[in-house]
């Protein structure tokens, strides 16, 4: 249901055009390869439905009801139990770029905002808020590209002022956090409760130990253990060529997002302008004296 939000970027970029006289009749054919891009997953499943259920609709979860009206916000922010910000600090990072996604983004930076802030506002009214047993708060992934976008407006920030050392230990506290949280959810946490804040914090010292024992639940230590040597190195060798591939793309397009001279032009978005950096420019003063 949550997704469904995301299709009001639709409309939204359509009167965008049309406010500024940009929309043409060309968008139609999109339009109408987006409708099927959508049918093509969603129609198979609404038959399959209607053949094993009796009804177009899949049947609701059961014992889990919506209360609009007295949503659980705080919860789903800071909760022990699976809180949005408490096991995934780095959103809050995330979180303070946001402003200038939407100065920058224009249409689609607010488009993705309001949707945000939509299915925040749904999972918050669901009885089972913390959405069950799982690592974090695992209905908001959707929303990776929102807080994605408002990292990178945030980390620029911070580049610009000569605070790259900042915006690096920020992240790496981030992460750093991620994983010894992973390894407190794994083995501290025995059940479906978040604990005092207290417990909590201690826990993620006493998680400290038990990093590495994340690793061999990878699958390459899987393999390893399980004597499947050659499996074991093809699928290392996959996750390594992933990685390098990303870090090179990474490096490749850096230079036409800081704005360094030779790196290139932005690529235009949907309305044929030229794409905006999120890098904030500086203000400017009239010289004085």
Known sequence: MQEALFLALIPAEAVYEVLHRTWSPRRLSGYGL???????????????????????????????????????????????????????????????GLPAVVRRLEWFGSGLLLVGIGEFWINASLSDWWGGNAFGARRMTDQSLLIGLGLAASCAWMIERRLHRLAVSLVAAGVAWTALLLAQYYYLIRTDVGPPWRDFLIGQLQAIVYVPRLFIQGTVGREVADGAWLLALYTALVIAAVVAAAITLGLRTAPRFNGRPGGGIPSQDSSERPARSLVPVPARFPATG
């Open 34 to 96: 987006l409708a099927a891009g959508v049918a093509l997953p969603v129609v198979p499943q609404l038959v399959v439905d209607q053949v094993i259920f009796q009804q177009w609709l899949p049947q609701p979860a059961p014992n889990i009801s919506l209360d609009f009206a007295r949503p659980h916000l705080l919860d789903l922010l800071v909760s022990t139990h699976h809180g949005w910000l408490s096991w995934s600090p780095i959103v809050a990072l995330g979180l303070l």
